[in-house]
């Protein structure tokens, strides 16, 4: 167990008012949690700081070779004052995943718990009550010794920041359209595809322009190998019904295991929804689209929990998806997340952790 050290902030920040818009990832707390590793010692000086900038040589291997890993998860208050958590330690074992193909040491689970439990109680008064709101917790863990080598560090710092959010997109459960992307890849498997870790997403950034330019708001990417398969949307998971059998993509080393997805296929196997992860053609999707038998498309994520899709790009055709509304499975889903989440819906499969 972490004896975590508490350095309480001389002056706290204005917190929002009840009603203020938040948006996503622009306001942060007054505290974040710090622990050093250094090679020979371990994981060490786990502590709750004040809020500040970080002071790294420019020779800082994260800058040169990236790196680094992340993960992502909220914290959500109920209606009667609780606050919870959701499914954490899923995050710690995805961390892991992530942290060991980026020969980044190991957080062992029970301490990435702690440290995220432990910040979180400290900052209770941050986790905003509004509707749809939550307090996203961003774990990272960045590679800090100062040399222009490429090899893994032998120093590194895990840190823990907190921002209040609104919702994620701006239009809510409006269903947005999506770029099937066939220039750009995201990842490859063999790659570093299924971790958290900036470069993916770094990677991403020339195809979400040219998707934004277009009027799209998100790409859907497609293997790196043979380009005609569906991997993932955006920084999120993707889900199909199509007569019926909700699909997804299969796990291959390439695709993320959200945490959210994750969630996703256990709700609709509870419910006996036939559920298949497996490959899944573009030219699968069109015939689908023309048959009438692709019914619903969702992303899904942390943040987000679910994206609606509501169009398809796919070169010079557009394939409009339902009748321009959030699906009912899609909005089902979604309502019973977020109910479980913040605590107005019972859980039956313990995803959902008090923290005071």
Sequence with gaps: MLDIKLERAAALKTKPAVGQPLGFGHLFTDHMFVMNYTEGKGWHDPRIVPFSNLSLS????????????FEGLKAYRSADGHTYLFRRDMNAKRAIQSNDRLCIPRIPPEDFVQAVRTLVAVERDWVPSDPGTSLYIR??????????GVAPSKTYLFLIILSPSGAYYESGLAPVGIWIEDDYVRAVRGGMGFAKTGGNYA???AAQVKAHDSG?????WLDGVERKYIEEVGAMNIFFKIDGKIVTPMLNGSI????TRDSVLHLCRHWGLPVEERRIAVDELISAQESGSLEEVFGTGTAAVISPVGKLRWKDRVMMIGDG??????????????????????DPF???VTVD
Excluded: N
Aim: hydrophobic content about 45%; glycine content about 10%.
């Design 58 to 69: 420019p020779a800082a291997m994260v800058f040169h070779y990236g790196q680094e890993m």
């Design 139 to 148: 774990p990272f863990v960045i590679a800090t010794d100062d040399f222009l």
């Design 203 to 205: 990677a991403s950034l």
């Design 216 to 220: 799209f708001s998100q790409v859907l």
């Design 256 to 259: 993320l295991p959200g945490v």
């Design 325 to 346: 509304t959030i699906g009912p499975v899609s909005q089902k889903i979604y309502d019973t997340i977020t109910g479980i989440q913040w605590g107005t819906l019972e």
């Design 350 to 352: 313990g995803w959902r």
